[in-house]
Each structure stands twice: as C-alpha cells, then as structure tokens.
C-alpha cells in the first residue's frame, strides 16, 4: 500500500539538507520500489511568517494521518522576538506532544573514517555505537506552571516545572529495554535522584520495571552530570542510554561530537502503536537551523540523510535499504569526501549539493 510521508524542512539549513534527504528518498522511490507519496508543509518560523503560529491545526492532522513526518530544523534569529507562544521551536514542541512521540532514539554511531574528526583521541572514539532513547513528552518541558511572574517587588520569578508519572517512565524504559537486547544488552538509567524527586520516581519505577520484565538485561543507574563526564572519558562504556528529556537533550548534543559534528546525528520520535499497528514518527536530524551557515550551502546533510535511513528501518520496515544508506555514507566518507564541519587535513571539502551527490552515486554503485 503507498505509504505517506509529510516533509516540514523548516527553517535556515533546514531546507537545505532536506533537499538531499528528499534526493535519496527520490532514489529509493526510482530504484527501489518504495512507493509513498510526498506533501510538504510549513512548521516554524517559516509557518510563524505566514500564519501567525509555528505550526497549525491542520498541518497537525496532515502529521497524524502520515506514516512518517520528516522534520529539517525549525529556529533562527529571526524569530528571537515573536511571542513565546509563537516562537518557532513551539511548532516542533506541538508536533512531538501532539502525536505523542514519546520515544526519542538517538544513535551515536562513529564512522570509521571519522573516527579522527572528533575532538576526541581516535581509540576512545573508534567503534562507537551508543543508542540514546530520550524521553520526549513530558519533563520539565511540559510541566505546568510554566511561567515568569511579577513579584511587584521589582523581581521577577522564572518557574519551570519537571513532571513525570510511573506510566511515562515506564513506557520510555520499556522502548529502552526492548532496543537493548536488540544490541548489547545494557541499559543505563540516567537521571538525578540526589536532587530530584522525578529522578527518585525514575530510579524506583526503571528498577521495578526490570524485575518484572527485563531481568535478563544488564542494568545500571548514573547521576546525570557523572553521565556527561563519562560520556567524554569513555564513551564506549555505554550501549544504551535512557533519560529524562532535558537530560537526553545536553546528552545527545555531547555525544554527537564524539560522532565527529552535530551534523551526523539522526533521530527517530516515535509513539506508541494503535489498534492497527500504526505508530506516528518523526524523524528530524539532531541538530537545529545552524543560522550561521544557513544559505552557504555548506550544511551537512548527512544526519538528515540518516534520519530516512532510521525512517526506512522504523516505519517502513525496510531494514535492507537503512543498511544500504548506511554503507553508502560510510563508503563516501571513506572516499574522503566531508562537509566542513567534519573537515580533515588531506581530505576533499564539498557543499551540501556535493554530498548528496556523492551519496546518490554510490547508492548506485553498491545498487549495481
Ligand atoms: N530540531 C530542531 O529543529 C532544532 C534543534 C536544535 C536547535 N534548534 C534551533 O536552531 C537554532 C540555532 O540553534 P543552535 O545554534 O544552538 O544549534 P544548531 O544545532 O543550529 O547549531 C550549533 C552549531 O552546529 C553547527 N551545525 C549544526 N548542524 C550542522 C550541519 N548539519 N552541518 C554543519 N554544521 C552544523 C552550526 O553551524 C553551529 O555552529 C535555535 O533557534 C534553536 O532553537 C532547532
Ligand atoms: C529546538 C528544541 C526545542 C529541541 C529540544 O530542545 O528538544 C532541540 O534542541 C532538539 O534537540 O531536538
Ligand atoms: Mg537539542
């Protein structure tokens, strides 16, 4: 059955690396018989321009129907003094809530040939393959009150609130666990319950959890300021992460350096399956609108290229071709090709264009 995808490229370097990811989509539809139809809408600051809001209702129910929605990056200086309601990183916070994308996957995965791209030494990069499953609905994201009030007194007081319930805990533990005996078969619980109550709940309902239904894999717990230590010391200590969402936010950003840049690192959002089967999914790469190359045409459109790759392995139960995209990256990055921001001395700098190109050539290559 055709297969639908909405694509929301968003803001600053946004379009622009999903104009390659929707390339490789191109070439999989061609070559491979993916059949899916394509629509495309506006979500932040983009959609703020032209409809006073960064997202709207009905671009909310075009993501719900889709199998999968493919997100760019949403945000820029641009944006900096529209209403907070308005602001452009709203529309992506509405789309995750709205289609209850609960479950954040972040693989941080080092590419043999980037493993001396990182600002880390090679051998403590080298092989790297950590899977961050980061809670995405609730946390100090979303909890209420969320506000700045005037005390009168010439103060004024910030209040974000962190909320979570045994049943969100719960269910992101359970995605965590699943994926692990999937890999390596370790978990790490991350969370900090020296100071938090969420992050007492969290430790009590992960271990509860693992009684009951996962005793057969391995799980420990790490304070989350020990995590991001660790996380630079010796990073291949880990198999699977899970976390809060603030806390999966900072670590995501540390681990993809480890991965050489921000640029590489995909994700998938993904929400529980209905009745039918169906589970809603975004797929976006890690990274935001980078406003200081966007329109340079130097963006690296590999992680959103790797957003499909998680999109065909996911949603549309097409593991060959994730493995397909996935060596056809390796291959171009072992040809020595690289964006600027994974820049190597003795390598080749190419554009965004260039990058897709290369990866399409050899998609064709190893299609051959
Ligand atoms: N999912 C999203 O849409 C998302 C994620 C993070 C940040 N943002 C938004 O993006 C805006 C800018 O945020 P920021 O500057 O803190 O983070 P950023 O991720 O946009 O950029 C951080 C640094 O990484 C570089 N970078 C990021 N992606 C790159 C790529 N593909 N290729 C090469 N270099 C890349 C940028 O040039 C910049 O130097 C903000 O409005 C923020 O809210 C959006
Ligand atoms: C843009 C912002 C709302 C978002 C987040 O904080 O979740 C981003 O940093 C991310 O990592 O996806
Ligand atoms: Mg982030």
């Given at each position: 059955m055709t297969k639908k995808i909405l694509i929301v490229a968003g803001d600053g370097i946004g379009p622009e690396v999903m104009g390659e990811a929707e390339r490789v989509l191109g070439w999989y539809k061609q070559k491979?018989?993916?059949?899916v139809t394509v629509e495309h809408e506006l979500v932040g600051g983009c959609c703020y321009d032209k409809?006073?809001?960064?997202?709207t209702d009905a671009t909310i129910e075009k993501a719900k129907a889709a199998d999968a929605v493919f997100l760019g990056a949403v945000g820029g200086p641009?944006?900096?003094?529209?209403p907070y309601e308005g602001r452009p990183e709203a529309g992506l916070l509405r789309l995750r809530k709205d289609l209850e994308l609960f479950a954040n996957l972040r693989p941080a995965l080092c590419f043999a040939a980037l493993a001396d791209a990182s600002s880390l030494k090679r051998e403590i990069v080298e092989g790297l393959d950590i899977m961050i499953v980061r809670e995405l609905t609730?946390?100090?994201?979303?909890?209420?009150?969320?506000e700045i009030t005037d005390l009168g007194n010439g103060e004024r007081r910030g209040v974000d609130t962190q909320v979570y319930t045994t049943h969100e805990i719960r269910r992101i533990a359970e995605v965590a666990f699943d994926l692990a005996r999937k890999r390596g078969n370790r978990v790490m619980s991350v969370e900090k319950r020296n100071v938090m109550k969420t992050g007492v709940l969290w430790y009590e309902e992960v271990a509860k959890l693992h009684a009951e239904k996962f005793a057969d894999v391995k799980l420990d717990n790490m304070l989350a300021d020990n995590c991001a230590m660790q996380l630079v010391r010796?990073?291949?200590?880990?198999d699977v992460i899970v976390t809060d969402n603030l806390f999966g936010d900072v670590l995501s950003d540390i681990a993809s350096m480890l991965t050489g840049?921000?640029?590489?690192l995909p994700s998938a959002s993904l929400g529980a399956k209905d009745a039918n089967g169906k589970a809603n999914a975004m797929y976006e790469p890690v990274?935001?609108?980078a406003p200081d190359i966007?329109?340079?045409?130097?963006?690296?459109?590999i992680a959103s290229i790797l957003s499909l790759a998680m999109a065909l392995r996911y949603?549309?139960?097409r593991g060959a071709c994730a493995d397909l995209l996935e060596k056809a990256v390796d291959a171009v990055l072992a040809n020595g090709l690289r964006t600027g921001d994974i820049m190597q001395p003795g390598m080749t700098k190419v554009g965004t264009v260039a990058m897709g190109d290369a990866i399409l050539k050899e998609l064709d290559r190893l299609n051959a």
């Open positions: 491979r018989g993916f059949d409809h006073g809001v960064a997202v641009k944006w900096d003094n529209v609730g946390g100090v994201y979303f909890g209420e009150p969320k010796n990073p291949k200590q880990f840049s921000l640029g590489m990274h935001g609108s966007a329109g340079t045409g130097a963006a690296n459109p949603t549309f139960d």
